[in-house]
């Protein structure tokens, strides 16, 4: 094919390169401490490790059914019903993906049609809007603004139009660390039950949440049920984001569609993992006290590094990223500071106005990301105790 023939379908030409590689090669280069990417530092449970071994060596290695191994289907049934008090099908209604990426990219591709719309809360995870994109739809963006994210519900009541075919929604929401209440879940399924259009909700945070923040997925609200697609997933719950097991959980005929889209995806996901999610699931009641009790020390090693650095934060009430403000230090381009951080301080994050439309709402904003080793946040602190001396102007080199 000719060099100057363009190969990316023009529907993917404006996403570019994910901010994440671009920042994790200065990271590396610089032998920064990375606080960017949301991958934790740590291995997860090792009952779960062992799950994977002994499914392995019991021969769980071929081709699993499309939609899921029925012991992790049943699994995720169990563990939506014993704490939200919903029940499902888990035959009908319980898919499972090769992770939450997937299982978004599926019930997108499964549900969007040329020039159907989807709402997007903003700032967003970045596959929303590029699986939009790749199906051939069109995002409409619903801006929630720093320090408190609050849901302006007249905006998204005009966001919705005759071609809206569903509200993307995230909760607890990467990158703003923000737990949708329960009266703006109830304006959401108001607005979406009104004007007769679907909820996809990611879940992923579900288990991250602190102090009296609650998790409340929008599926449990009356009328929402039959509406809304649950998408969750394993990799931050049980810290293998390597592992990539995720599902979506939905009405008959939504379940339905998605399994239409997932079977020409990837068809179904690693057989022995799932084995070994199932054996997470069935055994994590034991598991979670810790888990949470671990996040919240993580969570107030990284506040107390960030306060001490000069840094405004909006105390996260979900999800393991806190977002700073970078203006004390005076910038107003998270970039720009990002890139300076790095190279003057040898601490990484990731510069968050990639997850808004038009990138203004989080230009003067740093995600920093605590799902780390606790001596790591501490040593982060101490790298990070020289920002302000090399913030200032008169020893910043121009940018
Ligand atoms: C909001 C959100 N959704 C989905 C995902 C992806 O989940 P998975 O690793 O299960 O694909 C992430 C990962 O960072 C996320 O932050």
Known sequence: MSPDRPVLKP??????????????RMAIAADALNLGQGFPDFDGPPFVIDAAVEAMRAGHNQYAPSHGVPRLRTAIRDAFASRYGVDYDADAEVTVFSGATEALFSTINALVDAGDEIVILEP??????????????????????????ALDVAALEAAVTRRTKAILLNTPMNPSGK?????????????????????????????????????????????????????SSTGKTFSMTGWKIGWAIGAPPLSAAVRAAHQFVTFCSATPLQHAMAAALERADDYYPRFRADYAARREALLGVLDAAGFEVAPPDGTYFALADITPFGFDD????????????????IPPSWFWADRRGGRTLMRFAFCKR??????????????RDACDPGSRRDR
Request: proline share 5%.
């Open 11 to 24: 529907a993917l030409r404006p996403f570019g390169e994910s901010i994440f590689t671009p920042i994790t």
């Open 124 to 149: 967003f995870y970045d596959s929303y809007p590029a699986c939009v994109a790749m199906a051939g739809g069109r995002a409409r963006y619903v801006s929630l603004d720093y320090p408190d994210f």
């Open 179 to 231: 737990v949708f209440t329960r009266d703006e879940l109830a304006a959401i399924a108001d607005i979406a039950c009104r004007h007769d259009v679907l909820v996809i909700s990611d879940e992923v945070y579900e288990q991250l949440t602190f102090g009296d923040a609650e998790h409340v997925p929008i599926a449990t609200l009356p009328g929402m049920r039959d509406r809304t697609l649950t998408i």
């Open 334 to 349: 998270d970039r720009a500071f990002c890139e300076h951080m790095i190279e003057s301080v040898g601490v990484a994050a």
């Open 374 to 387: 606790v001596e790591v946040l501490e040593e982060a602190g101490r790298r990070l105790a020289g920002l």
